[in-house]
């Protein structure tokens, strides 16, 4: 670990003297207003009062439901709504590692309709958020774990397109913090969680909330710190063992791929592979791994935060307001050790353990071509190995993050009018901790070319692009010097510390975006109607921003070392942009239970040009009982500022011979080759297009009784992304480069055969074809009553899956992804509150339908099923149960039980964990308890 600041060993001391706190959580719907409340901006239109059952669904969250939700970040508490499930577009730290593809450590993104992140618009208080400095993969996202929960009054979610109203590149829809800001008083609240498993899961919250209001002006104070411990995947029963061992461990296999027709290993009978882990396979012997082992599912967090505002009355009619937010946070991101293959080693070494000598010779024997006598014929030669390193692959991520948003608002004439300025920063440093190994540098310490002064000699000549050797014969001893050589044998425990020093790295990467912007908006009555004044608003935006991502140089891939880091990727990017946009939308009551919603955006990019989207509502009320809604509207997303900007990227992917068997030789049933590839920028980008319309109903048969249902679908065009399977396709006919091995340039799309298969591939970012998605969000409360027992309230929801089709391209056809692998087609969470005086309970329920899984040929091997069988995962039901009471001092406690039956999740064969962190969660049952304090 690094240096900590001051600040996170004051937020250690004030954290680690508490000892309480928790929650609990359930969607609820708006309970019917009793009082007069203070006119505001509904999430869906700029125009003020507007009904919130309006003409477009709206789900909201308040502060009650946060406290009771146990949620001690936004994600925890977003991950609970069946409109951000299905699919691996919404993620949080759980999918968190030190890969490109996985999550940036310590960050979490939310995804509206599986479309991904970049498709939802995050706002806070109705204005935009810089975006994440790092990007996951090439997708940029706005970190929602940087808003601290404790500051937030209510979310809104608007589970559809609003680009007219928000941005152009609202395609799926906006998810709106709305900040606490009229707090008065001082509160402190102390959280405390953990898991009933014994393996320390726990999380620890502390924040202080207060809020002064003067004779013209108001101020608010939040500060939160948190920390959380983390979550091997070895801590539960379920994913500690991988379903498929990798057969690449830390006691290597070797091969000279001259003399030698099967691998040999370190045998158990000579201390070596241990019995239990020792195997044979196609290419001989190996000892296999146990991955699961190192993975974290969630690594260790820490962060602090602070959040003011400050609002003054200059007149009666003109009110200056301000905002900033100020975080830091400090994160692991922990994977699987990285494997080295084809690892050239020197048979000189003096390391080489004679009962390994003797077996590699015995099976050098056999060969007709080049039968070997004594380990001494491969002098000379070098003999390669595949095997993986002893530790995990670990970065660390500091990030810190700014917002400042300063303004005017007020009423001229009966007009309400707005201008503000917004300004955001985010900034992350990633270093390796552990496991990141340097592959120039790791082969000259396997082949002696490293002395122990840390000097270099020409004992090899190496070969980066497809890992060799050939031998050139200086030595360190001939230099009066000794030759310090990496240790392969013995589980790979004993090395020398120059070894270490010179193949170890930290791959030190920095990162920093930031957004400037300026809006205005005014809105008001303008025309009379006979149903009544028609309300308009119409507002303009610039705004300016940019992304640099910058990797250590020793983790940049090159043509002559394409892996520079073994088993490591590096991404960059550098790019900035400037775009506008101006509005207008209109209320027009078109009778007295009818409204029409008319709203219209023109969007201008410096670099894609401009695109104009529309959108129309209508809501008409039958009658007090029925109301129906619906809306169509356009959305038009430019690449993100990651893919607009991007560079090489250093990927991985496994070729899946059943839908290219043309990548294996022809062969669908083979096992595709594992490809350590590259993803390449393409400066030919279009942006995105998508169409969506919905409609539902609002029904109250009673006073205490609602109902709502809404269709949506969404029609996205144009995806920027990369799709393997239709670019090996297109490579294979004609359209891309096809080469032979190692002569594919680093930056350059194509691929590499040998032997009729794809061994390596430079995939290009491209806009692919189309994706459709539909389905229906139910919702049911009813309110019950009662004299002497207090009141009860019931709700169900869900969401329920039709259709998510995709068309990458032609040449991969239609694919179906509802009922797929990590596309659940029914999602629902029910709960029943009682509230009795100072008391308060609910229990809860969360469902998570089956659907089908995605297991390897390898995989079905492994649990003995044949090539050819279908698999499905199970569905899962978690039952949350809660407990509040408030005191006459002040004082609320609460205690929140998650997973209450601690129920395991279901298995999946297509995670190399076994469980879909996406859709599932391996925590078990955890407990919050929760205490505040107000004075």
């Known amino acids: 670990m690094n240096k900590r600041t001051h600040l996170y060993q004051a937020i250690r001391v004030a954290i680690g003297c508490?000892?309480?706190?928790?929650?609990?959580?359930?969607?609820?719907?708006?309970?019917?207003?009793?009082?007069?409340?203070?006119?505001?901006?509904?999430?869906?239109?700029?125009?003020?009062?507007?009904?919130?059952?309006?003409?477009?669904?709206?789900?909201?969250?308040?502060?009650?439901?946060?406290?009771?939700?146990?949620?001690?970040?936004?994600?925890?508490?977003?991950?609970?709504?069946?409109?951000?499930?299905?699919?691996?577009?919404?993620?949080?730290?759980?999918?968190?590692?030190?890969?490109?593809?996985?999550?940036?450590?310590?960050?979490?993104?939310?995804?509206?309709?599986?479309?991904?992140?970049?498709?939802?618009?995050?706002?806070?208080?109705?204005?935009?958020?810089?975006?994440?400095?790092?990007?996951?993969?090439?997708?940029?996202?706005?970190?929602?774990?940087?808003?601290?929960?404790?500051?937030?009054?209510?979310?809104?979610?608007?589970?559809?397109?609003?680009?007219?109203?928000?941005?152009?590149?609202?395609?799926?829809?906006?998810?709106?913090?709305?900040?606490?800001?009229?707090?008065?008083?001082?509160?402190?609240?102390?959280?405390?969680?953990?898991?009933?498993?014994?393996?320390?899961?726990?999380?620890?919250?502390?924040?202080?909330?207060?809020?002064?209001?003067?004779?013209?002006?108001?101020?608010?104070?939040?500060?939160?710190?948190?920390?959380?411990?983390?979550?091997?995947?070895?801590?539960?029963?379920i994913t500690a063992n991988s379903i498929r061992p990798s057969q690449q461990g830390i006691y290597p296999s070797f091969n000279d791929l001259y003399s030698m027709y099967y691998d040999q290993t370190e045998a158990p009978a000579t201390g070596g592979c241990p019995e239990d882990q020792f195997g044979f396979g196609s290419f001989g012997e190996y000892c296999e791994f146990n991955t699961n082992a190192y993975v974290a599912t969630q690594d260790e967090y820490e962060s602090a935060s602070l959040v003011g505002t400050f609002n003054y009355q200059l007149t009666d009619n003109v009110e200056w307001f301000n905002t900033a937010m100020v975080q830091m946070n400090q994160s692991q991101g922990t994977g699987s050790p990285a494997n080295f293959s084809r690892a050239p080693f020197d048979p000189e070494s003096p390391l080489w353990p004679e009962e390994l000598k003797a077996d590699i010779v015995e099976e050098g024997s056999f060969s007709p071509d080049a039968p070997t006598d004594e380990f001494s014929d491969f002098y000379g030669f070098p003999i390669f190995s595949w095997g993986k390193f002893p530790d995990p692959r670990a970065v660390e991520v500091e990030s810190q993050s700014m917002r400042l948003v300063s303004g005017l608002r007020g009423d001229l004439n009966g007009w309400d009018w707005e201008v503000a300025a917004n300004v955001g920063r985010s900034e992350s440093e990633q270093r390796g901790i552990s496991g990141l190994y340097n592959s120039e540098a790791f082969y000259n310490a396997a082949l002696g070319n490293l002395c122990t002064d840390g000097t270099i000699v020409n004992r090899w000549d190496v070969d980066l692009v497809r890992p060799g050797a050939s031998f050139s014969g200086e030595t360190c001893e001939a230099n009066g010097k000794t030759t310090a050589w990496y240790n392969p044998f013995d589980g790979q425990a004993e090395q020398l510390d120059v070894v270490n020093d010179y193949v170890r790295t930290d791959a030190k990467r920095e990162g920093v975006?930031?957004?400037?912007?300026?809006?205005?908006?005014l809105s008001g009555s303008w025309i009379e109607l006979p149903a009544g004044a028609i309300q308009v608003a119409v507002g303009a935006e610039f705004r300016r921003e940019t992304v640099e991502d910058t990797p250590s140089g020793d983790a940049v891939s090159t043509t002559l070392n394409p892996e520079p880091i073994l088993g490591f990727s590096s991404t960059s990017a550098d790019a900035e942009r400037d775009q506008w946009a101006v509005y207008m939308e209109q209320m027009i009551p078109v009778a007295a239970n009818t409204e029409l919603q008319v709203a219209v955006r023109y969007d201008y990019y410096d670099s894609f040009g401009g695109d104009t989207n529309p959108k129309i509502a209508l809501r008409h009320a039958f009658n007090d009982a029925i109301i129906f809604r619906s809306n169509w509207s356009t959305s038009f997303r430019a690449p993100s500022l990651a893919q607009v900007g991007a560079g090489t990227l250093l990927s991985s992917y496994t070729v899946d011979c059943s839908v290219t068997p043309a990548a294996c030789d022809g062969f669908a049933d083979e096992d595709g080759e594992a490809l350590l590839s590259e993803e390449v920028s393409n400066d030919d980008l279009m942006p995105e297009t998508a169409t969506t319309w919905?409609?539902?109903?609002?029904?109250?048969?009673?006073?205490?009784?609602?109902?709502?249902?809404?269709?949506?679908?969404?029609?996205?065009?144009?995806?920027?992304?990369?799709?393997?399977?239709?670019?090996?396709?297109?490579?294979?006919?004609?359209?891309?480069?096809?080469?032979?091995?190692?002569?594919?340039?680093?930056?350059?799309?194509?691929?590499?055969?040998?032997?009729?298969?794809v061994i390596d591939s430079h995939f290009e970012l491209t806009n692919l074809g189309w994706q459709k998605t539909n389905g229906v969000d139910m919702a049911f409360t009813q309110y019950f009553d009662t004299e002497n027992w207090g009141s009860f309230r019931f709700v169900l929801d869900g969401t329920y899956l039709t259709e998510f089709d995709k068309l990458p391209s032609d040449a991969l056809g239609i694919v179906s992804e509802a009922g797929q692998y990590t596309y659940p087609r029914w999602l629902a969470n029910t709960s029943l509150r009682w509230r009795y005086e100072d008391w308060s309970a609910q229990l809860g329920a969360r469902y998570t339908h089956s659907y089908m899984d995605d297991p390897s040929p390898r995989v079905l091997e492994a649990v003995g099923l044949p090539d050819n069988a279908e698999v499905e995962v199970d569905s899962w039901t978690v039952f949350d149960l809660s407990l509040s009471r408030d005191f006459n001092n002040g004082s609320y406690a609460s205690l929140r039980i998650n997973n209450l039956l601690d129920e395991e999740p279901p298995l999946v064969l297509g995670t190399g964990a076994n469980v879909d962190h996406f859709n599932h969660s391996s925590m078990g049952r955890f407990m919050t308890l929760r205490y505040s304090y107000a004075f």
């Not at 709502?708 to 480069?737: C, K, M, Q």
Request: without cysteine; charged residues 20%.
């Open 694 to 757: 919905g409609a539902g109903f609002l029904l109250k048969p009673f006073a205490d009784t609602e109902l709502t249902i809404d269709y949506w679908n969404i029609e996205h065009e144009n995806l920027v992304g990369v799709e393997e399977d239709d670019f090996i396709l297109r490579a294979l006919s004609g359209e891309y480069p096809v080469v032979g091995e190692g002569e594919l340039p680093t930056g350059q799309p194509g691929l590499e055969v040998a032997n009729g298969f």
């Open 18 to 237: 508490s000892l309480v706190s928790g929650s609990v959580y359930a969607q609820e719907a708006p309970r019917p207003v009793e009082e007069a409340v203070e006119e505001v901006v509904v999430t869906g239109t700029h125009i003020k009062g507007l009904d919130t059952e309006g003409a477009v669904q709206v789900v909201q969250i308040g502060r009650d439901e946060i406290e009771a939700s146990g949620a001690t970040s936004p994600i925890e508490l977003l991950q609970e709504l069946t409109q951000t499930g299905g699919g691996s577009g919404t993620f949080s730290t759980a999918t968190a590692g030190p890969l490109s593809s996985n999550t940036p450590p310590g960050a979490a993104g939310v995804s509206l309709r599986g479309l991904g992140a970049s498709s939802t618009l995050v706002l806070v208080n109705g204005r935009r958020v810089s975006v994440s400095s790092f990007a996951k993969g090439q997708e940029s996202f706005v970190d929602v774990n940087s808003i601290p929960l404790s500051a937030i009054e209510r979310v809104e979610v608007l589970p559809s397109g609003a680009a007219a109203t928000y941005g152009a590149d609202a395609v799926a829809g906006v998810v709106n913090f709305v900040l606490r800001d009229d707090f008065e008083g001082s509160e402190i609240t102390l959280t405390h969680g953990n898991s009933t498993a014994g393996s320390d899961e726990g999380k620890y919250n502390l924040n202080w909330v207060w809020g002064h209001k003067g004779e013209r002006s108001h101020t608010m104070l939040v500060a939160d710190f948190f920390t959380r411990n983390a979550l091997y995947d070895r801590d539960r029963d």
């Open 513 to 521: 975006s930031s957004l400037y912007a300026i809006d205005g908006n």
